[in-house]
């Protein structure tokens, strides 16, 4: 079976060139993110928590891997290994079997045990494809609600005007002043669609990843129960044509 270390180089080199790029650019990164730093905030912290559970994947691909070759040794010991979670349903299906490298399964049992394991990945992954959502929504609420604050903003504004002066100079001075706070709401609004935006790429490639190395997995893991179970099915037909 593939081994998931690659897929954490990778992950890992990632962030180290989003890290190098953000240091190179860090002034109008500091500044788009002091418009909103609230809710800017609020998205980078959600981007650090997928960030997590995407590496979480990956690791916990290592106890499940380290079952299998003490399973495969066919000596006991499988009791001091961490208990599996991914492949909780074969470790319960083998039974007292678990000390074998040999064992029988039905082609039913197989396929359901191959099924829940695929579930448990799927569940995994839902919840990182959560946060990338999550992200992009927060980008585009933060937009929404710069816009917002920019149109009331622009409205009180133009109210505010005293057309009847004869001296447009000072008019000109006043919506001047005016706008800066419309700018400020739309410094708000595109800040926050930079970061969600941003971090949703972040997160997606990293999801990509780990949904590879959890593909692998369980590739690796279809071919070997494939070659090592005699199944029940196959040696009940070749009783009955004897």
């Known amino acids: 079976m593939s081994n998931p270390k690659h897929t954490l180089f990778w992950m890992t080199l990632f962030l180290g060139v989003v890290v190098i790029v953000g240091a190179l650019i860090h002034k109008p990164l500091i500044s788009a993110f002091m418009a909103n730093w609230v809710f800017n905030l609020l998205i980078l912290g959600v981007l650090i928590i997928g960030i997590g559970l995407t590496y979480r994947q990956v690791f916990v691909l290592f106890p499940e891997l380290k079952w299998i070759a003490q399973f495969r040794t066919g000596h006991a010991?499988?009791?001091?290994?961490?208990?599996?979670?991914?492949?909780?349903?074969?470790?319960?299906?083998?039974?007292?079997?678990?000390?074998?490298?040999?064992?029988?399964?039905?082609?039913?049992?197989?396929?359901?045990?191959?099924?829940?394991?695929?579930?448990?990945?799927?569940?995994?992954?839902?919840?990182?494809?959560?946060?990338?959502?999550?992200?992009?929504?927060?980008?585009?609420?933060?937009?929404?609600?710069?816009?917002?604050?920019?149109?009331?903003?622009?409205?009180?504004?133009?109210?505010?005007?005293?057309?009847?002066?004869?001296?447009?100079?000072?008019?000109?001075?006043?919506?001047?002043?005016?706008?800066?706070?419309?700018?400020?709401?739309?410094?708000?609004?595109?800040?926050?669609?930079?970061?969600?935006?941003?971090?949703?790429?972040i997160l997606g490639f990293l999801d990509i990843q780990a949904g590879h190395a959890q593909n692998r997995f369980y590739d690796g893991l279809e071919e070997w129960l494939t070659g090592v179970t005699n199944l029940v099915d196959r040696v009940d037909s070749e009783k009955d044509l004897s």
């Open 77 to 201: 010991g499988l009791s001091v290994v961490q208990e599996p979670k991914l492949l909780k349903p074969l470790a319960r299906q083998l039974g007292e079997d678990a000390t074998k490298d040999r064992f029988t399964l039905s082609t039913l049992s197989l396929r359901t045990v191959l099924d829940g394991i695929h579930s448990r990945m799927d569940e995994q992954r839902e919840i990182t494809r959560y946060f990338i959502s999550l992200l992009v929504f927060l980008g585009l609420l933060g937009t929404f609600w710069g816009l917002l604050g920019t149109i009331n903003s622009v409205g009180q504004v133009i109210t505010g005007l005293d057309m009847s002066q004869e001296d447009f100079g000072k008019v000109f001075a006043e919506l001047q002043e005016g706008l800066l706070t419309p700018l400020e709401g739309m410094g708000t609004a595109f800040s926050s669609s930079l970061l969600g935006l941003g971090g949703s790429l």
